[in-house]
């Protein structure tokens, strides 16, 4: 059984992209064993399924909740990575239904993601600044401050752009829902 | 008892009460909702997990034991009185459907 290893940046809450890409994996006969930090993907070559991918996060504070574990095995997924708080489902009976049925509890997962996008972020900001604030006054390494800020203003950004992304997705969730 | 503060039920929580008429676990809950709505109702398990938590806070349900790893609930003197309150307001909206519906259809003929 050979293993292959493939990198995929693309960021976590484009969700859909990732499973789409999983399933197309799956379909040449890559089957995902491991996600590791920073988007590496570790798969197990076999025979080529039509497999189902979903991914799932759990509310940062909680984790892994073990009657979550149990309705999601007893429904029909397995469990075929976790990364951090990030659970990637996969099924390969076609009946087997969806993790979320409604707007509402789809929502509730993009809030999830979005409280962990900001629980990431913010700390980062005053810790940047400082750093390149240190590196301005300093006798030997004053140059590397003008690379060091626009670096932190990028992260800044993305998770910005993120949490932007974020909410208009719930937004659009949210117009789903009945009057 | 203010029944009103949960209704209307979503067809989705109607259906998941009426299934913990007798104690039952997800799985199960699952099954008899989408049997009980003739298909037409399914509950995916990450909506379940989170549907059991709400309606236990609100009250609605609560823990009936746990066997081989799995979580029992059932449904509560409250639960109950809101499924009734609910099922009045439906009573009700059928008729009054059935009423202007067997009207429009007499205009139209």
């Known amino acids: ?179 | 008892m203010d029944v009103n503060r949960y209704l209307p039920l979503s067809e989705a929580s109607y259906y998941l009460l009426l299934a913990l008429d007798a104690p039952a676990h997800g799985y199960a809950v699952m099954q008899q909702v989408e049997a009980a709505s003739g298909g037409q109702v399914r509950i995916g398990p990450g909506t379940l997990y989170g549907a059991f938590a709400t309606l236990e806070k609100q009250g609605l349900i609560e823990k009936a034991g746990e066997e081989e790893r799995r979580k029992y609930y059932r449904m509560t003197a409250l639960g109950r009185a809101v499924v009734a309150a609910q099922l009045a307001r439906l009573e009700t909206m059928v008729t009054c459907g059935r009423t202007v519906m067997a009207h429009n259809k007499g205009e139209a003929a």
């Open chain 1, 1 to 179: 059984m050979s293993v292959v290893r493939k990198w995929n940046l693309t960021a976590l809450w484009n969700d859909d992209r990732i499973e789409r890409w999983l399933e197309d994996m799956a379909r040449q006969g890559l089957h995902l064993e491991k996600v590791s930090w920073a988007g590496l993907f570790t798969f197990r070559r076999g025979a080529p399924k039509p497999s189902t991918y979903r991914i799932d996060i759990a509310d940062y504070r909680k984790g892994l909740d073990i009657d979550y574990l149990q309705l999601m095995t007893d429904a029909g997924w397995r469990m075929a990575a976790q990364w951090s708080t990030w659970y990637f489902w996969r099924s390969d009976a076609p009946g087997t239904p969806e993790i979320f049925t409604d707007a509402p509890s789809r929502a509730q997962k993009y809030r999830r993601m979005m409280s962990l996008l900001l629980l990431c972020s913010l700390p980062q900001l005053p810790f940047m600044l400082n750093a390149a604030a240190t590196l301005y006054r300093s006798e030997e390494l004053p140059w590397l401050a003008p690379g060091l800020l626009p670096l932190a203003a990028a992260a800044v950004l993305f998770n910005g752009y993120g949490y932007l992304r974020l909410r208009a997705k719930l937004r659009s969730l949210e117009r789903m829902q009945p009057l």
